[in-house]
């Protein structure tokens, strides 16, 4: 059982280029999120999904967009990429809404580096 | 300061020691977790521990929750170093269905 599966790993990208992260699960989850990681500010939320069709705005949402054309997978794009947005991402799922005490499944993450 | 702190920031023990980390939030809360991360993985949900909770044990771990100093401790039982890891707690709030992550701590458990 794969889980929660991001690519790629690691990825360098230079001022202004665009890319995307992909996100996928096999969980059959409704609920889907995209954190980011820094150093000493624990993981904060940029979009997430409650269902196929749908997308929010997290706390950090600029310079992102989400889509969830379908269950399996939520794709994260960085349009025009800035250094700000150097990071570890993060993507997780859940079974149900986090006000049903469900816990987050989480992929391994990517590296980005803007440079 | 944000929701979800975490105290100390960094933890040195030696193998077979407890180990203790305390988790501090700012306002009302409907449960909290604890989620550990080995260096480079993702996330692993450890506990979740609802509001109307006071302790609550999984293996050898045990979480309480005291919601009137807002505050929730993990302790560790007879450490491994495969305890190495950070450890994150996460306090969720119905209202605005926001889960706010703290900063971590970064446990060292020497062999």
């Known amino acids: 059982n794969a889980g929660v599966t991001q690519t790629p790993k690691f990825r360098v990208l230079k001022t202004g280029q665009s890319m995307t992260l992909l996100c996928a699960q096999d969980?059959?989850?409704?609920?889907m999120y995209w954190y980011r990681q820094d150093p000493g500010m624990g993981l904060r939320l940029i979009h997430y999904?409650?269902?196929?069709?749908?997308?929010a705005k997290g706390e950090v949402p600029d310079g992102y967009n989400v889509s969830r054309s379908t269950t399996e997978d939520f794709p994260l794009r960085l349009l025009s990429a800035a250094p700000s947005q150097t990071s570890v991402y993060f993507c997780?799922?859940?079974?149900?809404?986090?006000?049903?005490?469900?816990?987050?499944?989480f992929g391994n993450g990517t590296r980005l580096t803007v440079t | 300061s944000q929701q979800g702190e975490e105290d100390p920031q960094a933890l040195s023990i030696q193998e077979g020691e407890n180990a203790t980390m305390n988790c501090s939030y700012k306002?009302?809360?409907?449960?909290l977790q604890w989620y550990r991360q080995n260096s480079g993985r993702g996330l692993v949900h450890l506990i979740l521990?609802?509001?109307?909770?006071r302790e609550k044990h999984s293996g050898r771990l045990r979480v309480t929750l005291d919601t009137s100093k807002k505050s929730s401790s993990l302790l560790i039982t007879a450490s491994r170093a495969a305890d190495t890891a950070s450890y994150f707690c996460?306090?969720?709030?119905?209202?605005?269905?926001?889960?706010?992550f703290g900063g971590g701590t970064r446990v060292l458990v020497k062999p």
């Open positions: 997780a799922s859940s079974i149900e809404t986090l006000a049903m005490n469900s816990p987050l499944h």
């Open positions: 969980m059959n989850h409704e609920y």
């Open positions: 999904s409650v269902g196929e069709g749908t997308t």
């Open positions: 306002t009302s809360i409907n449960n």
């Open positions: 521990i609802r509001s109307n909770e």
């Open positions: 996460a306090a969720f709030k119905a209202a605005g269905n926001k889960l706010t």
